[in-house]
């Protein structure tokens, strides 16, 4: 049960991300300009890294392409969020993001939770 809770997780707060980046019109200056949506990305980044963190743990069979990238990542941005910049949490979220969600709905398609 506990490996669909992360999978879950995952999905729902990368829904989040999406309507945030509907929000900005997919456009990185008015992200930039919005601290509201800068602060809720990197959150969303941080929930992504742990659920991600504890669905290796559940099941160390399930196998995500960046894993050991998307714990850093929350890693950086919990320990160290000075060091961040808006472009990068930008370029993983618009490049990176889409994948990972194909990524999950793949492995949520081809087990029986």
Same mark, same amino acid.
């Given at each position: 049960?506990?490996? =669909?809770?992360?999978?879950?997780?995952?999905?729902?707060? %990368?829904?989040?991300?999406?309507?945030?980046? @509907?929000?900005?019109?997919?456009?990185?200056t008015k992200f930039e300009k919005d601290p509201?949506?800068?602060?809720?990305?990197e959150r969303h980044f941080?929930? %992504?890294?742990?659920?991600?963190?504890?669905?290796?743990?559940? #099941?160390?069979?399930?196998?995500?392409?960046?894993?050991?990238?998307?714990?850093? =990542?929350?890693?950086?941005?919990?320990? @160290?969020? #000075?060091?961040?910049?808006?472009?990068?949490?930008?370029?993983?979220? %618009?490049?990176?993001?889409?994948?990972?969600?194909?990524?999950?709905?793949? %492995?949520?398609?081809?087990? @029986?939770?």
């Open positions: 049960m506990k490996p =669909l809770k992360y999978i879950l997780d995952i999905e729902s707060v %990368i829904a989040e991300m999406e309507h945030i980046v @509907s929000i900005v019109d997919a456009d990185f509201v949506a800068i602060r809720a990305i941080e929930i %992504i890294g742990e659920a991600t963190r504890k669905l290796m743990l559940a #099941d160390p069979n399930i196998k995500l392409q960046h894993a050991t990238g998307i714990i850093g =990542l929350r890693n950086l941005i919990a320990h @160290s969020y #000075d060091t961040v910049d808006n472009e990068t949490l930008w370029g993983i979220l %618009i490049n990176h993001v889409p994948k990972l969600k194909e990524e999950i709905a793949q %492995i949520k398609a081809s087990r @029986s939770f």
